[in-house]
């Protein structure tokens, strides 16, 4: 729906759900190419790519199921597309083969999962943050994942724009991991980049085909594979591989292909991490929580706030890597002294808070796991009951 | 007749060689055969994309110098449909084992046939799982042992060509390795069809399904081709009977119809230029 208004910058502003503010942001960061299968409650962005892509010269492909889905985007990131797909819990535990694959020959795509209630159908219609630990660990072998999210509608559409740009940034696989309340939640949202002057295109090499190398190490630690029909003919396999692309299992050669798969995500760490503070600066009480857990955070804030509890919030826009170094940083400058962990599942996010916490501070998981978002009060009780304990 | 050295011309032959494949494997030759037609067709190498699933076939596309890619198992099929839909411009060919186009990748194929999608889909049938070492595949012949059917095999095979066909592809032939030069035109008929044109091949494996259902070395079992293999307008007048374990060769399906790749690209272009269904975006 349009407000019929514009913002002071001129841009459009709509009234919408955050499944559609994922359509626009990925319209607008220059997704061509979109491959999916219906799945509540994500179906919303899967429709709004078929609206959209055929008339501005992308593709749009309902495929037999989320396997073929993951796999279309894959093939045609591998001939140039800026591709994507998008989910929900059963279809993402079917797509986790593909992403060890994307992530093993390093072609950029990006999964939207909008997260339901697990394990298995679960609760297709309500909320749960369960595949925060999937998102990291879901495919098999070692792998280092790249999971942003988001809090709002608006961020919704800002972060499915960012999802394109380090996608094509580091040549990787990103997730964009929503739950079901941002994803069918309405507000109002300004589309900043409707005019968006650089669209995600894919990059040639520079350099003529007979020296071309698609996995060499280059300065900066990324390769980007060409596309296809370029005239740069090479060898893309999962197997892993050297840098002509061919299969190889010396031992030196696997080393560095295992070790430049994680270095050229985790040594750009500073660029991939996104978060924001609320009350940090004196939080003796600190709570760390993601999407729809972070609003009822900030309302739980306020009212700690109110009751002069030195309540305070990191609210993660990267889940992974997991921001180990600006919390502990936030933490100690406070001089926190409990940390609370928010969440829509029984427990998951609490995992890496600990380790960085290990014995030095006191960690308490806040868990809501019933399908509704966590009351601003559950996190209010759970505090007071734990500093006064 | 081909040059040997036009031939080696496509082969990244001095890094990848020796192959992987078994001495007496059916699935060099097909390479061969693939690349043969390639030649005659003078399509530019940069022009098609090689793609392939996970199997003994599924490493093919290393040796060819085209833009290949080795996906996952089963999956190669929707890897190419992406390529394909990206760039309609290019030759979009899969080699897959039985296993990998018709268990794990079944789905995968009925659906690319459907949509008669502008794909060669090359399908190296050896009865068998070659590179797992041997185990029941949906093509092995009922009563023929495997490491996983070691009493027999007691689940009816599929027939890929007939599958093909009434999923929706537009063209369909099924050759043999013995008869390579016959089977190099089917290919060459397959990559000119646009449309969702399967090539299965009978190959032999003689390390797994041959050893283990003695059927002697690999030239035993080309030579089995031989005797078996029955032309299709011969097959018409035979019994079901006398048809019984006979290879049944030739161009099954060849029609010109609405292909997948193109027809989007004119409905897309229709909304772009505003001339589409009045309900439409
Ligand atoms: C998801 C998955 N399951 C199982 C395997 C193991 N696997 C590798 S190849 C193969 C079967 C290959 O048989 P086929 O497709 O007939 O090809 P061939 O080796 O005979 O050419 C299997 C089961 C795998 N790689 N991936
Ligand atoms: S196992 Fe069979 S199919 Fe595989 S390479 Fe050996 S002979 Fe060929």
Redesign the interface.
């Known amino acids: 729906m349009t407000l019929n208004r514009k913002s002071p910058r001129g841009n459009p502003l709509l009234f919408i759900q955050g499944n559609e503010a994922c359509v626009y942001g990925a319209i607008h960061a220059g997704c061509?190419?979109f491959?999916g299968y219906p799945i509540t409650p994500s179906t919303e962005i899967t429709e709004g790519m078929s609206?959209?892509l055929?008339?501005?010269?992308?593709?749009f492909?309902q495929?037999?199921?989320e396997?073929?889905?993951i796999?279309?985007?894959?093939?045609?990131?591998?001939?140039?597309?800026v591709?994507m797909t998008a989910t929900s819990g059963p279809g993402f535990s079917l797509m986790q083969?593909?992403i060890g694959?994307a992530y093993m020959v390093q072609l950029p795509i990006v999964i939207i999962n909008v997260q339901r209630g697990g394990p298995s159908t679960g609760l297709p219609t309500m909320l749960s943050q369960a595949d925060t630990m999937q998102a990291r660990w879901g495919t098999h072998g070692d792998y280092t994942a790249i999971v942003l999210t988001a809090s709002s509608v608006q961020e919704a559409y800002n972060v499915t724009i960012r999802a394109f740009q380090i996608a094509d940034r580091f040549s990787t696989p990103v997730i964009v991991l929503l739950d079901e309340l941002i994803g069918h939640m309405r507000e109002k949202v300004e589309l900043t980049m409707i005019n968006n002057k650089n669209p995600v295109r894919r990059k040639l090499p520079e350099v003529p085909p007979e020296w071309y190398f698609p996995y060499k190490n280059t300065l900066d630690m990324v390769s980007h594979p060409a596309p296809?029909?370029?005239?740069f003919?090479?060898?893309?396999?999962?197997?892993i591989h050297d840098k002509?692309g061919?299969?190889s299992s010396v031992e030196h050669e696997v080393i560095n292909r295992m070790e430049f798969l994680r270095n050229k995500i985790m040594q750009h760490c500073q660029e991939i991490w996104d978060y924001r503070e609320f009350y940090t600066e004196d939080a003796k009480y600190l709570i760390i929580a993601y999407g729809s857990a972070a609003r009822a955070a900030r309302g739980a804030i306020e009212t700690l706030r109110n009751m002069r509890i030195k309540g305070g919030l990191i609210e993660l826009k990267t889940v992974w890597p997991f921001p180990y170094l600006p919390i502990s940083k936030i933490a100690e400058k406070a001089k926190s002294k409990i940390i609370f962990v928010a969440e829509n599942n029984m427990g998951q996010l609490v995992h890496p808070v600990n380790e960085i916490f290990s014995n030095s501070v006191k960690v308490f998981n806040i868990n809501r796991f019933d399908g509704h978002a966590i009351d601003p009060y559950e996190i209010v009780d759970m505090v007071k009951e734990n500093i006064y304990a | 007749m081909h040059e040997l050295s036009d031939v080696y011309s496509y082969l990244?032959w001095k890094?990848?060689f020796p192959a992987v494949w078994c001495p007496g494997c059916g699935i060099g030759s097909i390479m061969g055969a693939i690349i043969r037609a390639i030649i005659d067709l003078e399509i530019p190498?940069?022009?098609i994309?090689f793609?392939s699933g996970i199997g003994c076939t599924g490493r093919m596309?290393?040796y060819l110098?085209?833009?290949?890619?080795?996906?996952?198992h089963g999956?190669a099929?929707?890897?190419?449909?992406?390529?394909k839909?990206?760039?309609p411009?290019?030759k979009v060919i899969v080699v897959s084992g039985d296993g990998d186009s018709l268990a794990i990748g079944g789905?995968?194929f009925i659906?690319a046939a459907r949509r008669n999608i502008d794909i060669t889909m090359i399908l190296v049938n050896n009865s068998i799982y070659g590179m797992t070492g041997g185990q029941v595949a949906p093509t092995t012949p009922i009563g023929k042992v495997t490491h996983t059917m070691p009493y027999g095999n007691y689940e009816p095979p599929f027939n890929p060509v007939e599958l093909a066909v009434s999923a929706g592809g537009s063209f369909a032939a099924r050759g043999t390795v013995f008869s390579i030069l016959q089977t190099t035109g089917y290919i060459k008929k397959a990559i000119k069809h646009p449309g969702f044109a399967l090539v299965e091949i009978i190959s032999q494996c003689p390390v797994q399904y041959g050893r283990m259902n003695n059927l002697g070395s690999a030239r035993d079992m080309l030579l089995m081709q031989k005797k078996n293999s029955v032309p299709i307008k011969k097959a018409k007048e035979m019994s079901e009977e006398d048809l019984d374990g006979k290879i049944i060769t030739g161009i099954f399906k060849e029609e010109i119809k609405t292909e997948y790749s193109s027809a989007?690209r004119n409905?897309?272009k229709e909304?772009?230029d505003g001339t589409g269904r009045e309900d439409s975006?």
């Open positions: 061509n190419f491959a609206v959209n055929p008339g501005i010269g992308g593709t492909m495929m037999e199921d396997i073929a889905s796999a279309a985007i894959i093939g045609a990131s591998a001939a140039g597309a591709s083969e593909n694959y296809f029909g370029e005239g003919r090479y060898n893309i396999t999962g197997l002509a061919f299969p | 990244r890094k990848r190498k940069d022009d994309a793609i596309p290393v110098d085209f833009n290949t890619m080795h996906t996952t999956r099929l929707p890897f190419a449909t992406g390529i839909m990206h760039r411009e290019m789905n995968h659906h989007y409905f897309a909304i772009r975006p």
